[in-house]
């Protein structure tokens, strides 16, 4: 090859090298520049996981979803904690121990009705078979300690490619009868209603689990005991020293 083919080649190559490395250039940092901007953009602000919810959705959850939850306390009592959970969320696992301290210590006393709403996240592969194991345990009057086993082994279910085993040993521990159980959970009799449940957190705009309501102010992520406790005590206090009802939200 002559050297004039050569420095033809080369020129050639330059002339079509450098535009592409100046435009790949311009690609990489347009990316960088989105990726900061967008990050910047939904950062959440210290204030963004609690907000109150508007009276409109909190007569909407009590007129057509807490009937679907399910409720431990007195119907009428001066405020309602209400929970989204989903038994495969690290998270809901790491709360669940605040929200049996606040079970014991507010629901059998009457201030409080704790209602609990099954959010089963797509991500979580064996979040709806475990849902479902909660509620057919219910059935049997179980659901709370049942409900608390599961997160407490979550650990131990959560990446098997078929739980149904370890969720009809949680049921023989619990003293459920396991063929009712297992057949339960084989006909999947409780879904329609965790279907329907999901109209809830649609009605609050759930953003995560846990998210958890004291009355209508809003919690998203497990808050802590200490904060938690103060919300439900200033709700107990704004419903009134003789602990009035005030719509079962706590004003």
């Not at 690290?90 to 099954?118: L, M, W």
């Not at 407490?152 to 619990?174: M, R, V």
């Not at 809003?218 to 009134?240: R, T």
Request: glycine share 10%; with cysteine.
């Amino acid at each position: 090859m002559s050297p004039q083919n050569n420095k033809s080649q080369s020129s050639l190559f330059g002339a079509l090298f450098f535009p592409v490395l100046v435009i790949g250039a311009l690609i990489v940092i347009a990316i960088l520049v989105m990726s900061f901007t967008g990050n910047k953009r939904t950062a959440p602000s210290p204030g963004d996981n609690i907000r109150q919810l508007s009276a409109d959705t909190m007569a909407t959850l009590r007129n057509q979803y807490d009937q679907l939850g399910e409720a431990i306390g007195d119907p009428d009592a001066p405020v309602t904690v209400r929970e989204f959970g989903d038994y495969q969320c690290p998270a809901c696992g790491n709360f669940e121990p605040t929200a049996e301290r606040i079970r014991n210590e507010y629901v059998d006393s009457g201030k409080v009705r704790f209602i609990f709403f099954d959010f089963p996240l797509s991500m979580h592969p064996n979040a709806q078979t475990a849902a479902i194991a909660a509620r057919c345990a219910g059935r049997q009057d179980k659901f709370w300690p049942y409900h608390s086993r599961l997160y407490q082994t979550q650990s131990k279910w959560a990446e098997k490619s078929d739980p149904s085993s370890a969720f009809l040993d949680l049921g023989l521990e619990a003293g459920l009868n396991t063929g009712k159980l297992k057949a339960c959970m084989k006909n999947k009799t409780p879904l329609a209603t965790i279907n329907k449940e999901r109209g809830a957190g649609e009605a609050i705009r759930l953003r995560a689990t846990p998210t958890v309501l004291v009355g209508n102010t809003e919690f998203v992520g497990g808050p802590s005991y200490a904060k938690l406790k103060k919300a439900i005590d200033d709700a107990l206090s704004a419903a009134g020293a003789g602990g009035q009802s005030s719509g079962g939200d706590g004003g």
